[in-house]
């Protein structure tokens, strides 16, 4: 008993950290709880394989009248995707043709500037130009 509070005496007054040295269970018990929360509150995570995100798309729409899914592919549609495919950052490239209407969904990396990519889109729209019929109307595109 002698020697419990001899040491005690010897022990600087230690202020917080002396608690823990003085409660050794205590601490123990302590440290066990504060790992079974910390274990249950990471099991809590969520956790996303696939995040929700959104590319940058730019979607190219062409009318042309009269015109059957065969031709819209061949004289609208493959002049345009040969232009689009010259984009950089472009990361995917869609397209549907069907009587009269020519829809291409361009999908460029999360990196690529939207603005910057539908002015390089609308480059390549005007440099298309050439190749596509003369009385094909007024074409437009839209980004998203």
């Known amino acids: 008993m002698q020697r419990l509070r001899d040491k005690k005496r010897k022990m600087p007054n230690g202020g917080p950290s002396k608690l823990f040295i003085l409660r050794p269970v205590a601490t123990s018990l302590l ?5 079974l929360v910390g274990a249950v509150a990471y099991l809590q995570l ?3 394989a696939l995040p929700q995100v959104d590319y940058p798309t730019i979607q190219v729409v062409t009318f042309y009248p009269g015109a059957g899914p065969e031709v819209m592919a061949s004289s609208v549609t493959a002049p345009m ?3 689009f495919g010259q984009v950089p950052g472009l990361s995917q490239m869609t397209s549907t043709s069907s009587f009269g209407a020519s829809v291409i969904t361009l999908q460029f990396t999360l990196e690529q500037n939207i603005d910057i990519a539908e002015q390089e889109v609308q480059a390549a729209i005007n440099a ?6 003369r009385d094909l109307p007024i074409r ?3 980004a998203r």
């Open 31 to 35: 440290m066990i709880g504060l790992l």
């Open 81 to 83: 995707e040969r232009q």
């Open 128 to 133: 298309a130009a050439t190749f596509l019929p």
């Open 140 to 142: 437009r595109s839209t």
């Open 46 to 48: 969520p956790v996303s």
